[in-house]
């Protein structure tokens, strides 16, 4: 999964619009009931993960 250090910080580099578009899809999938099994930790790792690409994306544009 992204959640692997190194992975993440391949795909922020290359893509952080892709790294922020799966970490929304995650959490959008368990707003919605559809993945229900996930901690508290996993949940709150995803919202920086997405916070985060958000701050690389504004970085890019600017």
Known sequence: MFLD???QQFIQDKNP???RDMAERLLE?????MWN?????MLDSLKAI?????GEI?????
């Open 5 to 7: 250090e190194q992975v």
């Open 17 to 19: 619009w892709a790294l």
């Open 29 to 33: 999938a368990n707003q919605r009931g």
């Open 37 to 41: 099994d996930v901690s508290n930790e």
């Open 50 to 54: 997405v916070n985060e690409a958000e």
């Open 58 to 62: 504004e970085n890019l544009n600017y």
